[in-house]
């Protein structure tokens, strides 16, 4: 099955900006990999941000947005804000089963 | 209010089994897709099982197949994970999680495996 790439960890200023990025061993990502976003705060089960690529949940902030940069699945956050700070998935649908990238901690500082 | 309440974990021995659930509640169950995932302490999350509407369609990991059978009871709107042969390795919070996309998850249970 695919490996799923997201870098370790990012660091963003409050108010800034900054992308993260999903990849798959098995070539570039595309739309038909359907990607999700969750964020993970600790103690605390994930939520989908973005779904389908971008696509936002009703709860999702309207500074976070999905695209595909590059070949690679990608969530950007604009005006970053201290309640920001977490861990943020990315899930691929492998044509039945899923994987989930390694996660990226995001730091807002 | 929708609920996903996992039960089922706890201390298991190296080789062998226990059996997960997960009790859904304020949404309708049957219409979704459902899944389970597992964090490990410290580590990331990983997708294991799904299985469709009317239960005639699951994907597993490759790391599950053969120990783990997803199967689900719409009658009584839960879901389970069957988890036979257990591993240290699969020590972690195990997750239910489902709706139109990902909307609902559990609080998780832990299941812990070691001698």
């Known amino acids: 099955q695919a490996v799923v790439t997201q870098e370790p960890s990012l660091t963003v200023s409050p108010g800034g900006t900054v992308t993260l990025t999903c990849d798959s061993s098995?070539?570039?990502?595309?739309?038909?990999?359907?990607p999700y976003w969750f964020q993970q705060k600790p103690g605390q089960a994930p939520r989908t941000l973005i779904y389908g690529t971008n696509n936002k949940q009703s709860w999702t902030p309207a500074r976070f947005s999905g695209s595909l940069l590059g070949g690679r699945a990608a969530l950007t956050l604009s005006g970053a804000q201290p309640e920001d700070e977490a861990e943020y998935y990315c899930l691929l649908s492998c044509g039945g089963p899923w994987v989930f990238g390694g996660g990226t901690k995001l730091t807002v500082l | 209010e929708v609920q996903l309440v996992e039960s089922g974990g706890g201390l298991v021995q190296p080789g062998g089994s226990l059996r997960l659930s997960c009790a859904a509640s304020?949404?309708?169950?049957?219409?979704?897709?459902m899944n389970w995932v597992r964090q490990a302490p410290g580590k990331g999350l990983e997708w294991l099982a799904n299985?469709?509407?009317?239960?005639?369609?699951?994907n597993y990991v490759d790391s599950v197949k053969g120990r783990f059978t997803i199967s689900r009871d719409n009658a009584k709107n839960s879901l389970y994970l069957q988890m036979n042969s257990l591993k240290v390795e699969d020590t972690a919070l195990y997750f239910c999680?489902?709706?139109?996309?990902?909307?609902?998850w559990g609080q998780g249970n832990l299941v812990t495996v070691s001698s």
């Open positions: 999680a489902g709706g139109s996309h990902f909307d609902y």
């Open positions: 304020g949404f309708t169950f049957s219409d979704y897709w």
């Open positions: 299985i469709k509407q009317d239960g005639s369609e699951k």
């Open positions: 098995t070539g570039g990502v595309t739309s038909g990999h359907y």
